[in-house]
C-alpha cells in the first residue's frame, strides 16, 4: 500500500468537498469570509498591517468561476490567500548578518531558524541580536500563534508559535503568516501545507523548487473555504484518516524489519548447518579442502561453531580465497553518464557509483566479491566492471567452493575495528569459515533463495 499516495488523495478528497457530507444548516462560507474581511479591514484602520498594494476593499468580492481551479459545493467560498492572511518574509541578507548576531542575555532578541519551522519547535536555536538591531528589525517581529514557515531548501513546512514565544524576529528563510482569524487555522494549515506544495511546483514548471513562490504568485492562490462547523469536520476526519495511516505505517516499518532479521536468521541457520538437511552420502567438507589448498589448516570443531553437522569443516578464509589488488581496474576519469555501459563499484551502499566509457582495465574474471578494506562491506559481483578506488580487495574463491555462500557468510560476519586501517590482509582474512560439504552448499544456496524469494514477495505486497 502506497501510504502517501492515500495521504494525498484524502487531502484532495478534503478541498474539492468530498471527504465529509455537506450540511445545509451550516452557516455558509461566505458568510465566515465576510467576517475575516471586515476584521482585516479593522486591522488596516488601526494600523496593524497594510493594505496590499494590488488589493482594494473590494478584493475577493467573488472569484471569477472562470479562473477557479474546480467547482465547489454549495455552501463553500473561493477566496484568495491574500483575503485569510497577513504575509511576511525575512529580512533581506545584508540586514542579518552572523556578526550581528550576541551572546543570549537579559537585552537580546531571538532569532528564529528554519529548523523551529521544519522541526516544529520554537525552543531551538541559539541565535540572538541586540535590543538596538531589534527595534531596527521590529517589522519582522512574532507575535503570539504566528504561522513560521521554511521558504528555502525544505519549502512550505509550517509550525505555529504558541501563547507566549520568546520575542525576537524571523530570519530569511522564514516567512511568517499571521491569520486575520485564527479561526480557520486548522484547515488553512492543511491547505497550506501539503496543497499549496503542488501548486508551488506547478508554478515552478514542474522542476524542484529551492525557495517558496514570489508574493505576488503566493497571495495570488485561490484557496476553497467551506463552511466553519464543515472545516471542523474536514480536519477530524483527516485526523482519523492519518491515524489510520501511520498505524499502517508503522506495521510496515516493524514487518520490514522482521523481514530483516528474518534473513539474517535464515543465514545464522545456514553457517551453523541447521538450514537444510545433512546427507550422509555427501562427500566430507574435509576432503573438499584437502583438494582445494592441501596447506590449508582444517578443523571439524571449534569454541565460534560448536557442534557443527559430521561432514562439515572449519578453515581460515584464506585458505580458500585469493584475492587481487584493484589498481589495474580503478577508473580515469569520474564523468560518469547513465548512457555507458561499464559500472564503476564500491563495495559500500552506494554499490554502482556510475557508468564509465573506459574500454580498459575492466575485470571480468567473473564471478568475484568485491571487499571494503576500511568498511569491511562485501558484494557479490557477477559483471564486468571497474572500480572507483584502491580501498578495495577483489577476491576470488577457489573451485569447489561456491562463492554465493561465501559472500553470504560475509554479510553477516562483522569484525569490529574503530581504526583507519586496511583490515583484510591483516585480520578478516584470518576469520574461521565453516565449510558444508559441496553438495550440501549448493542446497544451503537454494533454500537461501527460495526462502528470501518469499519473504520478498511478502515486502514488495506492503
Request: hydrophobic residues 35%; aromatic residues 10%.
Amino acid at each position: 500500500m502506497d501510504t502517501k499516495k492515500l495521504r494525498q488523495k484524502i487531502l484532495d478528497l478534503a478541498i474539492h468537498g468530498k471527504l465529509v457530507p455537506q450540511d445545509p444548516n451550516d452557516e455558509p462560507a461566505s458568510v465566515l469570509l465576510e467576517r475575516i474581511r471586515s476584521e482585516k479591514e479593522r486591522l488596516i484602520k488601526e494600523g496593524k498591517i497594510k493594505r496590499s498594494r494590488k488589493t482594494t476593499k473590494t478584493t475577493g468580492a467573488a472569484c471569477d468561476k472562470q479562473e477557479v481551479p474546480f467547482e465547489v459545493p454549495s455552501g463553500w467560498v473561493w477566496t484568495t490567500l491574500d483575503d485569510l492572511a497577513f504575509y511576511k518574509k525575512g529580512p533581506f541578507g545584508s540586514c542579518l548578518t552572523k556578526s550581528m548576531f550576541v551572546p543570549k542575555s537579559d537585552n537580546t532578541y531571538k532569532v528564529y531558524e528554519q529548523k523551529n519551522a521544519i522541526q516544529k519547535n520554537e525552543f531551538l536555536g541559539s541565535y540572538y541580536i541586540s535590543k538596538e538591531k531589534y527595534n531596527e528589525l521590529n517589522g519582522f517581529a512574532v507575535q503570539p500563534f504566528d504561522i513560521i514557515v521554511s521558504c528555502a531548501g525544505t519549502i512550505g513546512e509550517t509550525y505555529v508559535l504558541s501563547e507566549t514565544p520568546e520575542q525576537g524576529i524571523i530570519n530569511q528563510a522564514l516567512m511568517l503568516i499571521r491569520l486575520h482569524s485564527r479561526c480557520v487555522e486548522d484547515f488553512y494549515l492543511i491547505y497550506f501545507d501539503y496543497i499549496l506544495k503542488e501548486e508551488a511546483y506547478k508554478e515552478s514548471k514542474g522542476t524542484a523548487i529551492k525557495n517558496i513562490p514570489p508574493f505576488d504568485v503566493l497571495k495570488n492562490f485561490f484557496i476553497p473555504l467551506p463552511p466553519l462547523s464543515e472545516q471542523q469536520r474536514i480536519v477530524e476526519e483527516i485526523e482519523r484518516w492519518f491515524k489510520l495511516i501511520e498505524i499502517i505505517e508503522q506495521g510496515k516499518a516493524d514487518l520490514q524489519t522482521t523481514i530483516k532479521q528474518a534473513k539474517n536468521k535464515i543465514l545464522e541457520l545456514a553457517i551453523h548447518g541447521k538450514l537444510v538437511p545433512q546427507d550422509p552420502n555427501d562427500e566430507p567438507a574435509s576432503e573438499l579442502l584437502k583438494r582445494v589448498n592441501p596447506k590449508a589448516e582444517i578443523t571439524c570443531d571449534n569454541g565460534h561453531y560448536p557442534k557443527l553437522p559430521k561432514g562439515w569443516a572449519i578453515c581460515r578464509l584464506e585458505d580458500i580465497i585469493e584475492y587481487e589488488q584493484p589498481t589495474a581496474y580503478i577508473v580515469k576519469s569520474t564523468a560518469y553518464s547513465d548512457d555507458y555501459s561499464t559500472p564503476v563499484l564500491t563495495a559500500g551502499k552506494s554499490f554502482i557509483i556510475g557508468h564509465t566509457d573506459e574500454t580498459e582495465g575492466i575485470y571480468n574474471k567473473l564471478p568475484c566479491i568485491i571487499f571494503d578494506d576500511f568498511t569491511k562491506d562485501s558484494r557479490l559481483v557477477d559483471f564486468p566492471f571497474k572500480v572507483k578506488s584502491s580501498a578495495m580487495k577483489i577476491l576470488q574463491v577457489n573451485k569447489g567452493i561456491d562463492i554465493e555462500y561465501v559472500s553470504q557468510f560475509m554479510s553477516i560476519t562483522r569484525l569490529v575495528g574503530d581504526t583507519h586501517k586496511r583490515y583484510w590482509i591483516s585480520e578478516y582474512s584470518k576469520l574461521e569459515i565453516p565449510i558444508p560439504p559441496q553438495k550440501e552448499q549448493k542446497r544451503i544456496i537454494r533454500m537461501i533463495h527460495q526462502l528470501f524469494k518469499n519473504l520478498e514477495t511478502i515486502e514488495e505486497n506492503l
